[in-house]
Structures are given as structure tokens and as C-alpha cells.
């Protein structure tokens, strides 16, 4: 639960909702009521004169805030404080309620002691935490504070200080599965929980636009690309299992802030893509889908994780003095006898239709999803070619060969018979095996030994 309710159960304790007294508050102008609790800040500016849900909160917690019996109801008491001239802003209270931890020291990764511990306890007790209460304070710990300054409405930094003090022990703070469910979204919803969705498929490379709260289609495509790299299926709605996935992983806030991610601009991006080149790997001038595909490469050659992300361990090794050329690589095995993969592939094909890619060649299309899925797929001498008679069905996220008009794309095949690639256009399609009519077809596999 986030919003100016948070402190109210906590400090009123576990008393029941009443509209007993309706009849008191028929006999005052709730309009003016409304405007008055607005005025001290305890509800939004849609004043309607009706106890309704907004309202009767919004009473409860100038109850708790000066010291009357919380009713949520607009009685006598409550009417002659709110309208006297001597109530208390929820500005004041939070203010005042805030003082005993606004001396407290802050929490931080490296420290020890028996506040960590009860740090740890209070975040167990709420979903955030999953170790042992053992009073240290590490990157579990920083993770568990991270989600929950995240659920609160505080800025994720991982830093338990006095904000994450007053929402943890001082008030009614959201469980991390109640967070998950009111989080969930799809295409056409619109609000906050959407913004922090598209402000975290940023963070972590999917989504390029502006955060406007809109469900629209391109916050759709990056939540099913998000989708396909997590082996979810890619319905391009936030269900509750892909919230999950989202938030709980909070690595990319903790990522260096200088990160080249796709579709970065400037110099920092520029200087990636020279520093690619010189190397040998095949960087575009801007950091588009291709320098992407080239910086995937790198990582690979260089034992590094294939992230497509240029944080600050990939930026350091591509400017040392041992890193390693692009020819210098030896392929191996490709490793795709994984359990899920080829249908992970497909998905990763799928996520990227309709994208303008800017990649090279079709090859490098199919080289793109591989490496975004783990499989370190260098160049074609990994793959031998065999011919399939056009009818033959083949396992979705196999690599093909089709040859129309004399000319041969490569592409990775769907499940239903059809083809993912890179059209001349650049632009990522996908067209049906029966409507393309191929004069040949081919399946290309690892080649032995690999």
C-alpha cells in the first residue's frame, strides 16, 4: 500500500472501518469537509461531498493525526477540530512523527550489528528478505531494502535511512506480494504503477521511450522482449509472474550510472562503438542494434557475461591492454541441448518483430537472438547446412536457410510453419513458409565436434 494512508493501521491499530455515524455527518456540509482536508493535505483535490472510500480515509487519518477516536466518520469532535483553525496538517504530523529517526544513522552495505539485524527481521516479516537475520548487512540485504524502498514510494538506493526506518517500523509499510499484485498491468492502463514499469524495462534496457504512463505498443514489445529473456511467455502483459521477474531483480540498480545501453547517444556511446571497432568487432558509428550485436561479441571473446550492456567491467576490459581481438576467438560448442531453449529462441525472434534493426546482414539477425539467449554463436563455420524438402516441419527456433527468386534468407522458424528475419528493409518480419514458396530450404545445425 502506498500513499498517505501508510500510517494510519499502525498507529490506530487494528480498528474497523465504521460508517456508523452517517447520520452526524448529514447534518454538516461535507463539501466544505472535503475542501478543508484537502487544504491540510489529507486527501487529492476531487472534492465531491460524499462519504465515500477517499473521504472517509482521508477523515481517519486526520483522526489519527490529532488525536481523536479514529471513526472515519465526519462526528462532532472531528467537524469542530477540522473547521476551529487549530488542526494539524498531515504535513505537521508526518513532519513531527518523522523527528525520532530523523537522527538515526543510515544502514548501509558493510554493516553489522544487532540494528542490521533487526533491519533484516522487519524485512523478512514483509516478503523483502529471504537469508538469515545474522546482523550483516550485504548485497542480499541492500537488494531486500532496494524492493522495498521500491513497493514504499522511496528512492531504491539500498540504503536503510531514516525514510525506510519511519515506512518500516513506524508505520503500515506494502508487503512485497501485496506490491506484486497491485503492480500488474496491460496494454491500454495508465498511471503510476504503469510509469515504474516502463521506468524499470528502461533501467534495464528494454524499453527506450518516455515514461508517460501509458500502456501503449511500445511498452508492450519491451515488456514481451523482457518476457522472452526471462523464459516467460511473451503475452506482453505484466502478470503477476512477470512482475516478479522484474523486481525482484534489482542488479541493474546497482549497475555503474554510465552504462551504454541500446540506443544510447552521446560520446560515452560513441566512444564504445570506437573502442568495438578498433578491436574488430563490427560496430556501427551510433550504438544501435548492430554495435549491440558487436559488443555481445566482445563479451563473449572476453569471458565476460553477454549482457549487450557496456557497464563499467565490459567498458575497463574493452580499453585494457589485453583484451581480445575478435579473430582471437576459437568457437566452441554451441550448447543447445538445453531443456526450453530452442522455444526460448523463438521467443527471443518473436520479441524483436517489427524493430528496425540496422543489423548488417540476415545472419546477424539470427546471431543476435542466439547470443541474447545464451548461445555463443560466432559465425556461420559453426553451422553446417542441411536440405529439407519444403514440407518437413523443423522445431521452433531452429536456424533456416530459405532460397526465393534465386536468393537465400536465413531466419529463425516460429512453431506454426513460419519465418523470423532480417527483410532488406532492415526492418525485423516474419512470413509464413507457405506464402513464401521456397525453392529450397535448409537447416542449419552445429557442426560435429561443436
Not at 126 to 143: K, N, P, Q, R, V
Request: proline share 1%.
Amino acid at each position: 500500500m502506498k500513499g498517505r494512508s501508510f500510517w494510519v493501521c499502525a498507529l490506530a491499530g487494528a480498528m474497523a472501518l465504521s460508517l456508523c455515524g452517517a447520520s452526524q455527518a448529514e447534518e454538516v456540509d461535507l463539501l466544505e469537509v472535503d475542501h478543508k482536508l484537502y487544504e491540510l493535505g489529507y486527501r487529492d483535490g476531487a472534492c465531491n461531498g460524499v462519504l465515500d472510500e477517499v473521504t472517509v480515509n482521508a477523515l481517519r487519518n486526520f483522526q489519527v493525526a490529532n488525536g481523536l477516536e479514529v471513526t472515519g466518520d465526519a462526528d462532532a469532535a472531528t467537524v469542530e477540530r477540522l473547521l476551529g483553525g487549530e488542526a494539524v496538517s498531515e504535513r505537521e504530523y508526518l513532519e513531527s512523527y518523522a523527528r525520532e529517526y530523523a537522527e538515526s544513522s543510515a544502514l548501509a552495505s558493510g554493516a553489522q550489528g544487532a540494528e542490521v539485524s533487526r533491519l533484516q527481521q522487519a524485512l523478512k516479516a514483509l516478503g523483502y528478505f529471504t537469508g538469515s537475520c545474522d546482523g550483516a548487512f550485504g548485497e542480499a540485504t541492500e537488494a531486500a531494502v532496494c524492493r522495498f524502498q521500491l513497493a514504499n514510494g522511496l528512492n531504491e538506493t539500498g540504503v536503510a535511512d531514516g525514510a525506510v526506518f519511519l515506512r518500516l517500523y513506524g508505520g503500515e509499510s506494502a508487503s512485497w506480494e501485496d506490491f506484486l499484485k497491485s503492480s500488474c498491468a496491460a496494454a491500454g492502463d495508465s498511471g503510476d504503477r504503469v510509469r515504474t514499469l516502463q521506468i524499470w524495462l528502461r533501467r534495464k534496457g528494454y524499453f527506450r521511450g518516455a515514461c508517460t504512463g501509458r500502456y501503449g505498443e511500445a511498452t508492450q514489445q519491451a515488456v514481451k522482449r523482457f518476457q522472452s529473456d526471462n523464459g516467460l511467455e511473451s503475452s506482453g502483459d505484466l502478470d503477476l509472474e512477470t512482475c516478479r521477474a522484474l523486481y525482484t531483480n534489482v542488479t541493474a540498480l546497482m549497475e555503474d550510472n554510465q552504462s551504454v545501453r541500446l540506443g544510447d547517444t552521446g560520446a560515452e556511446a560513441e566512444a564504445v562503438c570506437r573502442d568495438l571497432g578498433a578491436l574488430g568487432y563490427p560496430a556501427h558509428a551510433r550504438f544501435n542494434m548492430q554495435s549491440q550485436l558487436a559488443l555481445m561479441e566482445f563479451q563473449l571473446v572476453n569471458d565476460l557475461k553477454v549482457t549487450g550492456v557496456a557497464d563499467g567491467v565490459t567498458r575497463a576490459r574493452l580499453r585494457a591492454e589485453n583484451a581480445r581481438r575478435r579473430e582471437s576467438y576459437v568457437p566452441g560448442a554451441l550448447g543447445l541441448g538445453e531443456e526450453g531453449l530452442s522455444s526460448r529462441i523463438a521467443r527471443q525472434a518473436s520479441a524483436l518483430l517489427g524493430q528496425f534493426s540496422e543489423m548488417d546482414s540476415d545472419f546477424g539477425f539470427v546471431q543476435y537472438v542466439y547470443l541474447r539467449c545464451g548461445v555463443p554463436l560466432m559465425d556461420r563455420s559453426q553451422l553446417a547446412a542441411m536440405e529439407l524438402s519444403v514440407q518437413d516441419a523443423v522445431e521452433a527456433g531452429a536456424i533456416l536457410g530459405v532460397e526465393v527468386d534465386g536468393s537465400v534468407t536465413c531466419g529463425v522458424a516460429t512453431s506454426d510453419g513460419a519465418l523470423i528475419y532480417r527483410a532488406e528493409s532492415g526492418y525485423i518480419v516474419m512470413s509464413y513458409m507457405s506464402a513464401m514458396e521456397p525453392e529450397r530450404v535448409w537447416l542449419y545445425r552445429p557442426v560435429e565436434g561443436q
